[in-house]
T-cell receptor, first 115, second 113 residues
Framework: NAGVMQNPRHLVRRRGQEARLRCSPMKGHSHVYWYRQLPEEGLKFMVYLQKENIIDESGMPKERFSAEFPKEGPSILRIQQVVRGDSAAYFC?????????????FGSGTRLTVV | DQQVKQNSPSLSVQEGRISILNCDYTNSMFDYFLWYKKYPAEGPTFLISISSIKDKNEDGRFTVFLNKSAKHLSLHIVPSQPGDSAVYFCAASVEANAGKSTFGDGTTLTVKP
């Protein structure tokens, strides 16, 4: 039973390019959460999605960032026109349902470096 | 305004002794708390959680204590092992959606053999 799969593990982009980060949740999980971790900081919530729906995007920057979780395929976090400040580790977590649980399963993350 | 704070960036203990990691929160709406362990280049791994209706939860060597009046929780690891060396994150949420958690900045625990 594969865990949460994120790819690529490392991504290097030049300023102004687009970054696409993919997250395949665990089998049977229909809820996906994206977090960002800046160096020396904790994880910051970005967005919560269910299949084909954005439920809560209160942590997403207003511009350049978007997320989707289509009916088929992985969830995608898209960053347009990347800037140096976007360099961070991006993690996704999945769960079979919302609410209290025994913890949410995180992927290993994508480390984005903007040069 | 940081709603979840881990004031000790690092902690070093001897193998076999107790490790105590602390966490403070400010938002009274939080009613569910989680601890995660994280190794470099990996995602956080869930360790233990506690609901605000309890003041203690135990799982093997790990115990979490919650003091609601002080808005403080702590994670005790007894006995500490070298494999416990990692970054520990405290996270808080409203139970209705524990997937949307507010994390502290983490405490790096080093357990010396």
């Amino acid at each position: 039973n594969a865990g949460v799969m994120q790819n690529p593990r490392h991504l290097v982009r030049r300023r102004g390019q687009e970054a696409r980060l993919r997250c395949s949740p665990m089998k049977g999980h229909s809820h996906v959460y994206w977090y960002r971790q800046l160096p020396e900081e904790g994880l910051k919530f970005m967005v919560y999605l269910q299949k084909e729906n954005i439920i809560d995007e209160s942590g997403m920057p207003k511009e350049r960032f978007s997320a989707e979780f289509p009916k088929e395929g992985p969830s995608i976090l898209r960053i347009q026109q990347v800037v140096r400040g976007d360099s961070a580790a991006y993690f996704c977590a999945s769960s079979p349902r919302t609410g209290r649980s025994y913890g949410y399963t995180f992927g290993s993350g994508t480390r984005l470096t903007v040069v | 305004d940081q709603q979840v704070k881990q004031n000790s960036p690092s902690l070093s203990v001897q193998e076999g002794r107790i490790s105590i990691l602390n966490c403070d929160y400010t938002n009274s709406m939080f009613d569910y708390f989680l601890w995660y362990k994280k190794y470099p280049a990996e995602g956080p791994t869930f360790l233990i959680s506690i609901s605000s209706i309890k003041d203690k939860n135990e799982d093997g060597r790990f115990t979490v204590f919650l003091n609601k009046s002080a808005k403080h929780l702590s994670l005790h690891i007894v006995p500490s092992q070298p494999g416990d060396s990692a970054v520990y994150f405290c996270a808080a949420s409203v139970e209705a959606n524990a997937g949307k958690s507010t994390f502290g900045d983490g405490t790096t625990l080093t357990v010396k053999p």
